[in-house]
């Protein structure tokens, strides 16, 4: 199995900024994308930001020039740098990771727990 473990939410005044990370671990032959997603109270799940294995990115509109993903392919952890933050970034972040737990096994998609990030004043 593969399990994520986020870190680095928090609370933090508009404007501030928070690093979140994500570490995979269990079993794991191979980890394609990885990414980060959140869900605000009432609202659906959103993709916030995504990388390949090779490090092309995607990110949602709202959040482009203000917040960074990259990831250490080697200790299997993605990272989400969140600058100029607002209130509107408040919301649980959910790490995912496309990953296969053995040799030309079939990819399947995981989640960490979710990490809570609030921002006020």
């Known amino acids: 199995q593969v399990q994520l473990v986020e870190s680095g939410g928090g609370l933090v005044q508009p404007g501030g900024s928070l690093r979140l990370s994500c570490a995979a671990s269990?079993?794991?032959?191979?980890?394609?994308?990885m990414g980060w997603y959140r869900q605000a109270p009432g609202k659906q799940r959103e993709l916030v930001a995504a990388?390949?294995?090779?490090?092309?990115?995607n990110y949602a509109e709202s959040v482009k020039g203000r917040f960074t993903i990259s990831r250490d392919n080697a200790k299997k952890t993605v990272f989400l740098q969140m600058n100029s933050l607002k209130p509107e970034d408040t919301a649980v972040y959910y790490c995912?990771?496309?990953?296969?737990?053995?040799?030309?096994?079939?990819?399947?998609?995981?989640w960490g727990q979710g990490t809570q990030v609030t921002v006020s004043s």
């Open positions: 995912n990771a496309e990953a296969s737990v053995r040799y030309r096994g079939s990819y399947y998609t995981y």
């Open positions: 990388i390949t294995s090779v490090g092309s990115t």
């Open positions: 269990g079993t794991i032959f191979g980890i394609n994308s």
